[in-house]
């Protein structure tokens, strides 16, 4: 992904939040449905540049095997950091053995200063100096950014930390996790490891 082609101010332009939009006629104006229109209004949204580190997906099952997820995340929008939500609901297909997205709903809300400069602490996290998708820090191969990621997305962690229980379980990912597990419950992470909430 490349940096956001829409300032948040564009973004807010097709705003339903209640806090911004009293008049009902006007917030379901702005309401999206049907496939070809939701996949047209996320194309005209433009790229983005999420900050790989900060993403996190929740899921639980509901009945009849729907799946709820939520995504949630720091996205780069040009001059400014915002979180994200986005929340999926997931009917099964059992035709084709896959889900069907029945349900989708994207917040964007400002971020913590206390986040931003955790992400900005991170090389290659500015928003005035944007990293490029893929690219891997110097020093790690692409392979290794993808695990260093896995492991921040299983633990919440911060890269650093990422790394060095990377490090300590000789880059095997299971070990890392078992690690983390056991270090965690015997409260030996300080909080500074985590990435703020």
Not at 154 to 178: F, H, P, S, W
Request: net charge negative; charged share 20%.
């Amino acid at each position: 992904a490349v940096v956001s082609t829409q300032s948040t101010g564009e973004l807010s332009k097709k705003n339903r939040n209640f806090r911004h939009i009293t008049k009902a006629e006007l917030r379901e104006s702005r309401l999206i449905v049907g496939r070809d229109k939701v996949v047209s209004e996320v194309n005209e949204m433009g790229d983005t540049k999420h900050i790989s580190h900060s993403l996190c997906i929740d899921t639980s099952t509901l009945e009849d095997n729907f799946v709820t997820a939520v995504l949630t995340g720091v996205v780069d929008c040009q001059t400014e950091y915002r979180s994200f939500s986005r929340t999926f609901i997931l009917c099964p297909v059992p035709e084709t053995s896959s889900y069907l997205i029945t349900n989708d709903q994207l917040s964007v809300i400002r971020t913590d200063n206390d986040l931003v400069k955790k992400i900005e602490s991170v090389p290659g996290s500015s928003s005035s100096a944007p990293s490029t998708s893929g690219a891997a820090t110097p020093g790690y191969t692409p392979e290794q950014e993808a695990l260093i990621g896995r492991v921040g997305a299983a633990t919440k962690m911060t890269r650093e930390a990422c790394i060095q229980l990377l490090t300590a379980a000789q880059g095997d990912y299971n070990q890392a996790i078992a690690k983390f597990a056991e270090m965690k419950n015997a409260g030996q992470i300080p909080a500074n490891f985590f990435l703020s909430a």
